[in-house]
């Protein structure tokens, strides 16, 4: 009897120790978590699928939102710097030879897309052409010998009456340029640099399209585009971002998010097949700024790629946008046997969909025919090359990514008001641009105290756990070095990624008495992290919905913020940031978004995020979507003034900047200290 009750005052003692707000348990709180990412990024992307090409009812509400919504292709598509409209540099088309075969004639040529950037591609025009004739741009898929490879088509097209201009991509065209940053190279960069391949691919297809419509040959009011794979992905893209396009033909180049991301399919697709996704979009959005245009879906039903079912919703959802354009004859779905790849009657049916929509003529897939594979007929790679002596003087095919899409400047200040300013427009940016993801409405915290102790501090201790979001809850570690009766001020410390036992304590332990300190593990470190197998599919997943790893760990940290600011013994107006190594970019951001934080503690912070990772996505994530379009981490010091910056060691050099403006102006906010 005296175990029994011995037993029952510990259990209450414990009970007690672990107590919570409102009626929950510790257990309760533990079942209740979910804190996967692999969960998390699958809802994200169902919620985008969900949601896409559904918030208008009819074709009115559509017109009144296009131009936003084409606005915000162009942007995820990296072409915000291309002259869209107005005039464009010359495309000084040259042509290399020509080929004569039955029926038809093969110009070799290359154009000039931006100056110094080459394309190569073949022309194929029929013979005995009376009056302009329609047109088609072949846009190529992941094949190693490009125009060769896919060579039957545009010789079927022309053998139809259609001049058919085939361009090759910059990653395997005669100059092998970068598709793979992402994939294969570790350069998570392209995210922080708002670049996707994508756009230079879309961009050339456009010069090509102006190549044509220059041709005194090409009815320039009757122009289509297809491809498959790589092309199918492309020709969604420029169906929609180019209104010259009057009929599209993707094939196998599209599925929904939703099942990309819960298949892992993402894992097996190059960076070209999709766009920054900053708005949150998905192929409905794509496909319903093509309508009410013409378009043919072609899918095969094994494909590695796409999972069938999905492509099977897409086109059951545009049929919907579609009605309601009034033209539910304009879209039209082929599903094929087998695995990524064109079937005879994808391809007839394509024949016969362009020989519609653009001659305006009944033909049949049957009548229309197949392409010719008859080794005679096919010509070498040596045949259908265009740069004989070698691609011109000064080609950026290899190193376009570097230059595509135009990087924020260090801006000249030289006043409190213009660096206000700066900061307000860095903010702004950042939030529609960067952040945009997540939501304007956060959960309720649903705090709850999981443990205390006398311990650990000199007026004890608390662990707190919080949601930060939907599918996430965190702890914060308060460590009450003041009585927590008094408000006093708290230090929140980013625990890093692997770190060792009481590395962060040691790191904070010089720390002024006068502040209390909160730990915090965001998503992906410690108790939140994942297999490190598993980071490089995060990182790719996570921008494909609209994140990265570095923002989902700025939300945390503000979350974080946000939350200790309601605790007593918290003075909401004092709470400053400590972290190491790449934690010092999420506490930068955090502060900048925060705009309330009072000092900053960082050791050894990034000089950039415009670098590049290990190819496996291992080691440091610093990547935040499109920021270096408007600034870079070393700038942050500066717009977080007056908060104090404490640099332990050595500052990084390119801080200095922020540290010579604070200076130009008169603030003295950034100091340097061997150690706390």
């Known amino acids: 009897m005296k175990r029994l009750i011995t037993i029952v005052l510990v259990c209450a003692v414990l009970l007690l120790n672990f107590s919570c707000s409102g009626n929950k348990t510790v257990d309760t709180v533990i079942k209740t978590e979910s804190n996967n990412i692999r969960n998390y990024l699958v809802q994200a992307a169902h919620d985008i699928t969900e949601h896409s090409g559904k918030d208008f009812n009819s074709a009115t509400e559509w017109v009144r939102i296009r131009p936003e919504r084409y606005s915000e292709l162009i942007e995820m598509l990296s072409l915000q710097d291309m002259p869209m409209d107005g005039e464009r540099p010359p495309l000084n088309v040259n042509i290399t030879g020509t080929i004569q075969r039955d029926g038809y004639r093969i110009e070799k040529l290359w154009y000039e897309s931006l100056p110094g950037l080459y394309v190569p591609a073949n022309l194929y025009i029929p013979d005995n052409i009376k009056e302009p004739v329609p047109a088609l741009i072949y846009v190529c898929g992941h094949s190693h010998t490009q125009k060769v490879h896919y060579q039957t088509h545009p010789a079927k097209f022309a053998q139809l009456g259609f001049i058919c201009l085939i361009v090759e991509t910059i990653q395997y065209g005669e100059v092998r340029g970068e598709h793979w940053g992402c994939y294969a190279r570790g350069w998570f960069n392209w995210y922080s640099r708002g670049y996707t391949p994508a756009g230079v691919e879309v961009w050339n297809a456009i010069r090509g399209l102006d190549l044509l419509a220059e041709r005194p040959e090409v009815d320039q009011e009757k122009m289509g585009v297809t491809g498959i794979s790589g092309g199918g992905a492309i020709s969604w893209f420029l169906g929609a971002a180019d209104p010259r396009i009057k009929a599209v033909a993707p094939v196998c180049g599209a599925s929904t998010l939703g099942a990309q991301i819960t298949t892992r399919t993402i894992d097996g697709h190059c960076d070209c097949m999709m766009y920054i996704n900053t708005f949150q979009r998905d192929f409905r959005d794509i496909g319903a700024l093509i309508a009410p245009r013409p378009i043919l879906i072609g899918q095969s039903d094994r494909d590695g790629l796409n999972r069938v079912e999905s492509v099977r919703e897409i086109y059951t959802d545009l049929k919907r946008i579609y009605d309601l354009h009034g033209v539910p004859g304009n879209i039209s779905y082929i599903e094929t046997p087998g695995g990524h790849s064109y079937h005879e009657k994808s391809r007839s049916g394509i024949f016969s969909f362009f020989l519609e929509h653009l001659m305006g003529k009944s033909v049949s897939p049957e009548e229309a025919g197949d392409i010719d ?22 080609d950026r095919t290899t190193t376009i990514q570097d230059s595509f899409v135009s990087l924020a400047v260090d801006p000249e200040i030289s006043s409190d008001n213009e660096l206000n300013a700066f900061r307000e427009k860095v903010t702004d940016f950042l939030r529609t641009r960067s952040f945009g993801a997540f939501p304007d409405n956060p959960p309720s915290f649903d705090s709850v105290r999981v443990f205390r102790t006398l311990d650990r501090a000199s007026h004890g201790s608390d662990i707190y756990s919080f949601v930060s979001e939907e599918g996430w809850r965190l702890k914060a570690d308060l460590r009450w070095r003041n009585d927590p009766a008094e408000r006093k001020p708290l230090m929140i410390v980013l625990r890093n990624s692997n770190e060792k036992r009481y590395a962060s304590e040691e790191f904070i332990s010089g720390l002024d008495n006068t502040w209390n300190i909160a730990y915090l593990e965001v998503r992906g470190v410690g108790e939140y992290g994942w297999d490190s197998n598993l980071q490089w599919h995060v990182r790719r997943a996570s921008a494909w919905t609209g994140r ?60 950039s995020q415009n670098v590049g990772s290990s190819p496996d996505g291992r080691g440091a994530a610093v990547e935040i979507l499109n920021c270096l379009r408007i600034t870079d981490v070393y700038q942050l010091p500066a717009l977080l003034a007056p908060a104090e910056i404490i640099f332990i060691g050595e500052m990084p050099g390119s801080y200095k900047w922020s540290e010579y403006l604070l200076n130009k102006l008169g603030i003295k906010s950034i100091t340097r200290i061997d150690d706390l």
Do not use: H, W
Request: hydrophobic share 40%; net charge negative; aromatic share 4%.
């Open 373 to 394: 594979q008859s080794p005679g007929t096919l010509l070498s790679e040596q045949e259908l090359q265009v740069y004989v002596d070698g691609p011109p003087p000064g």
């Open 548 to 607: 990265t790893l570095a923002s989902m760990q700025v939300y945390d940290l503000l979350r974080c913020i946000e939350f200790c600011r309601t605790l007593p013994g918290v003075d909401a107006e004092s709470i400053g940031l400590a972290a190491r190594d790449d934690m010092g970019v999420v506490a930068l951001y955090a502060a900048l978004l925060d705009g309330k934080c009072k000092t900053l503690i960082l050791k050894n912070p990034p000089e």
